[in-house]
């Protein structure tokens, strides 16, 4: 089996996939926090499903670059796939961005794993480009080349947030002064959502109630918790938009990450779409793109794997 993974600044999710084709299996989820490292937490798995793989490629929720990668929310030190594949005793090692992992997992969705958040249609062959708000905010784009899919890994999460209403205004404001940039991934996270409600408090002169994520998502019959949610969304709109006007996605805008699947509704009733299309003067453009929410339960468990599939494809799963 080769291993495949998606690490994030909570969770590191594993598993083993029998070829480019196959489905994961042995998925196991492991605290981020309670391993010092990438190495240890994989070590960890294959010593609680009893693999032996020959390769594997690990998406890390962070920067991969000059022969390093680091995991930006999580307190492990930055490391080299090298140095984790010797710790494993593996011939082949990837390390690549979880965003990037999670575009090359694209084309292999199906229906069952979308929900459309609004109309629009995909031009066959153009970029595509996933979105997602989870621990932190991932973006990243695909792109059609005559030797395959091409991912486009970046760090967008850390543009500047686009506010866009007086009340945004007013809470990117408080952003700035709390943590000296109004930078995109203090709000569009889970302690971004948690945050905007925080400051729909102060604004309204009210107690600033320090609630979790999901605390925020299920008690939306609180209006400060239901406007920061519906916030959340339209801020989110505008960002995807942004992004598929960067990347020309007119293949469709997906979203990712843990947040959204909890607020299916919210999200599909809320400005998420008016906000994507609202770009004068190329509303006819962005109305024509299709975005929709990923609900597959480890696309990027997908995306590693065909990372493997493009980097050996002679070689056969162990």
């Known amino acids: 089996m080769w291993l495949v993974a998606d690490v994030g600044g909570t969770n590191a999710r594993f598993a083993l996939v029998d070829g480019p084709n196959g489905v994961p299996s042995e998925v196991r989820s492991l605290p981020t926090r309670e391993y010092p490292g990438l190495a240890e937490a994989a070590a960890a798995y294959l010593g609680m499903v009893g693999a032996r793989p020959a390769a594997a ?3 890390v929720a962070g920067p991969v670059t000059d022969g390093t990668f680091h995991l930006t929310n999580a307190g492990w030190p930055k ?11 593996l011939a082949h090692l990837e390390v690549l961005n979880d965003f990037e992992a999670l575009a090359l997992a694209l084309p292999r969705l199906g229906d069952d794993d979308l929900v459309s958040v609004g109309a629009g249609r995909a031009d066959p062959g153009a970029p595509l480009a996933v979105v997602g708000p989870g621990t932190g ?50 709000l569009l996270s889970g302690a971004g ?20 994520p999901r605390q925020v998502c299920e008690d939306l019959g609180d209006p400060l918790s239901r406007e920061a949610v519906e916030m959340f969304c339209a801020l989110l709109g505008s960002l995807a938009g942004n992004v598929a006007l960067t990347l020309g996605a007119r293949g469709g805008v997906y979203l990712g990450g843990g947040i959204l ?5 919210v999200l599909q009733g809320s400005a998420f779409r008016a906000r994507f299309e609202r770009k004068p003067p190329v509303e006819e453009y962005m109305r024509a793109i299709p975005t929709a929410l990923i609900v597959h339960p480890g696309p990027a468990l997908v995306g590693a794997a065909v990372r493997l599939a493009q980097s050996l494809p002679h070689l056969e799963p162990a």
Request: aromatic share 4%; glycine share 12%; net charge negative.
């Open 57 to 59: 490629c690990l998406a």
């Open 193 to 212: 959502l948690a945050r905007i409600r925080r400051y729909l408090a102060m604004l309204d002169g009210g107690p600033a109630r320090d609630l979790t």
């Open 261 to 265: 699947p909890r607020i299916v509704d």
């Open 137 to 186: 905010l991932g973006v990243a784009g695909l792109v059609a080349t005559p030797s395959g899919w091409v991912p486009l890994p970046g760090e967008g999460g850390q543009v500047d947030i686009p506010a866009a209403t007086d009340r945004e205004v007013e809470v990117a404001r408080l952003l700035r002064a709390e943590t000296g940039a109004a930078t995109a991934e203090f």
């Open 79 to 89: 490391g080299t796939p090298e140095a984790v594949r010797d710790h494993l005793g």
